[in-house]
């Protein structure tokens, strides 16, 4: 029971078009392996906005995702910018996005609160000037 | 209501997936902003948009949004057509405004999910 499968992607920051690539295949993965429609569901949302965020804010990064019995666990790190007010950026309307991404449908402030919402555990490990790693984990 | 009502509601023409006409929905949700969609969205949801680029088939797919419909006449392209048919998601297009496809999608029985 202790099996642990884990996905590894990289995250292109050159093409807002593919962002989201990911988050497609770790959920078909979870669906083919029969995790139950609520994770896999909380899982895509989730990571989808951390992907997102990882192209818009921080040219790209890495995601981890490890898929436990119990559990998904997905850590995304980037070495972006880093976030100088966590609290503030956590705030659902709070956005440092440019306008064009406006324009592409995101940067409504609302990606944080969302990846909060939508996992059980969420830990924010950012430094300005050095990147960002974000732990979420979704319990199935 | 199934897809079909939707679309006969709306007059809209169906892009994809023509043979899913029978799926259920059961509540609607309009926006241009994904992160807004992502944060209210409901199951058995339709989506209706004005947003027109890749993100959109996304953000429904990570949803398990039943049917897209593109309002004020935009017209996704060949690649998003694609990737909604590997998807196996519906979309419809309409030249009516959101707020007027909305209201009518409202009227026949269709209501926004309760936040």
């Known amino acids: 029971m202790d099996d642990v499968i884990t996905l590894n992607y990289e995250v292109s920051p050159d093409d807002f078009t593919r962002a989201g690539e990911a988050s497609s295949d770790v959920k078909s993965k979870l669906k083919q392996m029969g995790v139950n429609p609520e994770a896999v569901r909380k899982v895509a949302i989730a990571m989808y906005e951390g992907e997102i965020n990882m192209v818009i804010h921080a040219e790209g990064g890495r995601i981890t995702v490890e898929i436990s019995p119990s559990e998904i666990k997905m850590v995304l790190a980037d070495k972006g910018p880093g976030i100088p007010d966590v609290d503030l950026a956590m705030q659902a309307g709070y956005s440092t996005a440019p306008d064009d991404i406006r324009s592409l449908g995101f940067g409504a402030g609302m990606g944080l609160p969302n990846m909060k919402k939508y996992s059980d555990d969420m830990v924010i490990d950012t430094t300005v000037g050095v990147g960002t790693t974000i732990t979420m984990r979704v319990t199935i | ?115």
């Open chain 2, 1 to 115: 209501m199934t897809v079909r009502d939707v679309r006969d509601v709306l007059g809209a023409r169906v892009l994809v997936g023509e043979e899913y006409l029978d799926r259920e929905v059961r509540s609607a949700c309009g926006s241009d902003m994904m992160s807004d969609v992502l944060a209210f969205s409901k199951d058995h949801s339709v989506l209706l948009t004005g947003l027109c680029n890749p993100q959109v088939i996304r953000t429904a797919e990570m949803l398990d949004i039943v049917c897209l419909i593109f309002v004020r006449g935009k017209k996704p392209d060949e690649a998003m057509l694609e990737m909604a048919k590997e998807r196996g998601l519906i979309i419809l297009a309409t030249g009516h405004r959101m707020f007027s496809a909305c209201g009518m999608l409202y009227e026949a029985g269709l209501h926004g999910g309760a936040i």
